[in-house]
């Protein structure tokens, strides 16, 4: 019998490309992907022309934004740069 205890077995790694493939196809075709739906907002109903709307709006809900004489933004009594405005 002759057994060689230094040699190991070899894989043939041409088809493991073809089988990494493979399941990468079939993981992209049966993948769902959900849905992004944003940030759900509810606007105040359409105001009729020629009359002054008021709507009761909580604060929490406001962002109030002000600009001076200097064209300075001001949001919650600090004045910031346009790109930090998010």
């Known amino acids: ?4 205890r230094g040699q190991s077995a070899t894989v043939n790694a041409g088809s493991m490309a073809d089988i990494a493939f493979l399941l990468l196809i079939f993981f992209l075709v049966t993948t769902t992907i959900s849905d992004e739906k944003g940030i759900l907002q ?16 909580a604060e929490r809900n406001l962002l109030r934004i002000y600009i001076n004489a ?6 919650k009594n600090e004045i910031i740069l346009i790109e930090k405005l998010k």
């Open 1 to 4: 019998m002759n057994t060689s």
């Open 70 to 75: 200097e064209n300075e933004i001001i949001v």
């Open 42 to 57: 509810q606007l105040p109903a359409e105001c009729p022309s020629g009359t002054i709307c008021k709507a009761d709006i």
